[in-house]
């Protein structure tokens, strides 16, 4: 899977089960290519959201929210990612 592809199920996977106003995601793989752990077709994303119903959760809840989401991607696909909401 290419980081395109991944960015428009992480969007679509989000945006179903959420009232997202707005989600920007940047890969951020190369800051960590020469790391130890760093693996092959594991990338390393930041979510900005701008999502008033992930605000009114709390950052713990949001957070577990998205996590339980994106489950698959995170066994698959995903080697680290930051969450910002706003």
Not at 1 to 24: G, V
Not at 48 to 60: A, C, P, Q, T
Request: charged share 35%; proline share 0%.
């Amino acid at each position: 899977m290419d980081i395109n592809e991944l960015i428009a199920i992480i969007k679509k996977k989000l945006s179903d089960k959420i009232n997202i106003q707005n989600i920007e995601i940047e890969d951020k793989s190369f800051l960590h290519k020469k790391h130890k752990g760093n693996q092959e077709g594991k990338f390393h994303l930041k979510l900005n959201i701008v999502s008033d119903e992930l605000k009114n959760l709390g950052r713990i809840e949001s957070n577990k929210k998205i996590y339980k989401i994106l489950d698959q991607e995170l066994k698959e696909t995903i080697h680290s990612i930051q969450i910002f909401i706003s």
